[in-house]
């Protein structure tokens, strides 16, 4: 079983920069699991925001977010990142990190509560 929780979100004006982090208890490594951040915003569906995959050591990020946001990794922590840069009022979401055991998905196995990031002035 692999527990996540967020941390990170908060109230941040257009163009400025937030990260959030998602740490993992679990007595699993983590090894070789995909880790990701997804979003949802009021009224709309989730939608993937970026995936890492550590077996490949790839990433992917949503078209919207390509070029201001940039995931990464601790390993020895447990603890994956998103690093937000130039955010916009279409930001404005609840951001969930997941991760699974094989790949990036929208069906990831695990996932957290979640946390608010609201971008206004």
């Known amino acids: 079983q692999v527990q996540l929780v967020e941390s990170g979100g908060g109230l941040v004006q257009p163009g400025g920069s937030l990260r959030l982090s998602c740490t993992a208890s679990?007595?699993?490594?983590?090894?070789?699991?995909?880790l990701a951040w997804f979003r949802q915003a009021p009224g709309k569906e989730r939608e993937s925001v970026a995936c890492l995959r550590t077996s490949e050591d790839s990433i992917t990020y949503g078209n919207s977010v390509k070029g201001r946001f940039t995931i990464s990794n601790d390993a020895a922590q447990k603890t994956w990142y998103l690093q937000m840069r130039n955010l916009k009022a279409q930001d404005t979401a609840v951001y969930y990190c997941?991760?699974?055991?094989?790949?990036?998905?929208?069906?990831?196995?695990?996932w957290g509560k979640g946390t608010l990031v609201t971008v206004s002035s």
């Open positions: 997941a991760t699974d055991p094989w790949t990036c998905s929208d069906d990831m196995t695990f």
């Open positions: 679990t007595s699993k490594t983590l090894k070789n699991y995909a």
